[in-house]
């Protein structure tokens, strides 16, 4: 999990700096993943069409 050291009262800067490190981990991206349940089936299309593209 991603954390930023707040320093002072720049809490503004943290959060914007917190959710670029998130992007980067990709951790918004494997959430959304997580919050339905996919087919196995369908993983391998979503795979597939990724190669593609």
Known sequence: MAHVI???DDFERAFKQFKIRCKKEGILKEYREKQ????????????ISKKRT
């Open 6 to 8: 707040v320093k002072g």
């Open 36 to 47: 339905h349940y996919t087919k196995p089936s369908e993983k391998k299309r979503k795979k």
